[in-house]
């Protein structure tokens, strides 16, 4: 493999963001020189100053012109779509309650929330939370997990991945071996979590589990330092969690996806060389790059696959891994299913707002 094939293949390795509801110069070169294999959307790229029709009409231009510069039929098209505070889109898409409020119907939810993200030509969402909340102090998980207990954590998280499973989209469990019991937030720090590898076993790895057993195709990591465990690098970078644990122990088959590398936690370990080789070495298939976090920066997604070519180059990162990560995830693209952004008709959505409503009130 030429060195500039080996800089295009990094693109079936990554996912990123773009600046906008249109593409700008920046978006293009990397669209166009990376060819990445998947997008994730965020509030910026959709029109909050319109109606209905009219943001949905700029997005789905969006969404094409991703795919005349990446040149990919086939590709992620991502977000992030819990519920609560984690919503990125616009009216009249429905707001769904926190993860914890949906355990009652979170098969329902999922489905009408599949409905609804596959009318904006998304076929990946960042969900289910397979966290626990076991920590009232904690600022960046708490009610998006479904429960406080490892048990109904699971049984719910496992009924919503279904949910989205049977109305074709493709759902990831996040965020392994587990969130639910930090006190700092990954965007802002790292956290460290004392726990030892039986503690995870008896709480933490059991919605992950049920979720492995029940067929979920991606999990994301976490970046958490667990001492007990990998006392070096946290989970995103770890092979003793992601190889060790999650593909042995758990059997875990299918795509490792990191966290967001420009999070706080992880961001300044990927302006040292040699993390990128690391970062796959451990086991992650493929790596988030948002360009939506104040660590963000055009520059460093090359300084990226700068150094993912340096690392095949020099024998650090062997071809051989990532020609295994690429085949997983293929065939997570070829579940993938393509679709075009449509409006939803106006009783679906009346009907999605009073579940939502239900869920809210405990109903």
Request: glycine letters at 6%; aromatic letters at 8%; a negative charge.
């Amino acid at each position: 493999m030429s060195s500039s094939e080996k800089f295009h293949s990094f693109g079936n390795n990554i996912i990123v963001g773009v600046s906008g509801t249109v593409l700008n110069d920046q978006d293009k070169r990397i669209l166009s020189k990376l060819k990445p294999v998947g997008i994730i959307f965020f509030a910026k790229n959709f029109r909050q100053d319109t109606h209905y029709e009219d943001w949905l009409e700029t997005f789905k231009q969006l969404t094409e012109q991703i795919r005349e510069y990446t040149e990919r039929e086939s590709m992620l098209m991502t977000i992030d779509h819990e519920g609560g505070r984690v919503v990125r889109t616009p009216s009249p898409i429905t707001r769904f309650p926190y993860a914890f409020l949906q355990s009652k119907a979170a098969t329902k939810i999922a489905k009408a929330t599949a409905l609804e993200l596959k009318s904006l030509g998304i076929n990946l969402s960042w969900a289910p939370v397979a966290d626990i909340f076991s920590n009232p102090n904690n600022p960046i998980i708490g009610p998006r997990a479904f429960n406080t207990t490892p048990e109904t954590a699971a049984k719910s998280a496992r009924e919503y991945f279904i949910g989205l499973k049977e109305s074709g989209i493709i759902a990831c469990a996040k965020h392994f071996p587990g969130h639910g019991d930090t006190s700092t937030d990954s965007h802002l720090e790292l956290p460290v979590l004392n726990l030892s590898l039986e503690q995870l076993r008896n709480r933490e790895l059991i919605p992950f589990q049920a979720l492995i057993e029940a067929g979920i195709p991606t999990i994301m990591t976490a970046h958490i330092l667990f001492p007990q465990i990998d006392k070096d690098v946290p989970a995103t970078l770890s092979q003793n969690i992601l190889r060790k644990i999650l593909r042995e122990e758990l059997g875990f088959g299918g795509v490792i996806v990191s966290d967001d590398l420009d999070m706080n936690a992880v961001s300044g370990m990927y302006k040292n060389s040699g993390t990128v080789a690391q970062t796959f070495n451990a086991g992650c298939d493929l790596l988030i790059i948002s360009g939506n976090l104040p660590a963000s920066s055009p520059e460093k997604i090359y300084d990226v696959a700068e150094d993912f070519v340096t690392s095949l180059e020099n024998g650090s990162l062997n071809e051989s891994v990532i020609a295994a990560a690429k085949t997983r995830i293929d065939k997570l693209l070829a579940i993938a299913l393509q679709y075009t952004p449509n409006i939803l008709d106006r009783n679906t959505l009346l009907q999605h707002a009073e579940l939502a409503i239900s869920c809210a009130y405990g109903g």
